[in-house]
């Protein structure tokens, strides 16, 4: 059974540091992205940053050189070091990991919660 767990938020002052993790365990296939999303109370979910099986990085301008996206490929694990943070920033974080067979599965869900 695939599992997705999410670890690392909190409650952080403006300006602070997180780290989140996503931990992927269950399938077959390998996983070829992950992707970090975020849902703020009352938006959409928006994609906040993505790393390829290769390694390539993409992120949301508004987090652009505040995140970094990493993964562990030995380990199954991705990692969001998150910078400089801000109020606007708090959200439920949400893992995504794209399989290479094509699938894709959620974690459930990481609350950060950045104070002024």
């Known amino acids: 059974q695939v599992q997705i767990v999410e670890s690392g938020g909190g409650l952080v002052q403006a300006g602070g540091s997180l780290r989140l993790s996503c931990a992927a365990s269950?399938?077959?296939?390998?996983?070829?992205?992950i992707i970090w999303y975020r849902q703020a109370p009352g938006k959409q979910r928006e994609l906040v940053a993505g790393i390829s099986s290769g390694g390539s990085t993409n992120y949301v301008d508004s987090v652009k050189g505040r995140f970094t996206i990493s993964r562990d490929n030995a380990k199954n694990t991705a990692y969001l070091q998150m910078n400089s943070l801000k109020p606007e920033d708090t959200a439920v974080y949400y893992c995504?990991?794209?399989?290479?067979?094509?699938?894709?599965?959620w974690g459930q869900g990481t609350q950060v919660t950045v104070s002024s």
């Open positions: 995504y990991v794209l399989w290479f067979d094509s699938t894709g599965s």
């Open positions: 269950g399938s077959t296939f390998t996983i070829n992205a």
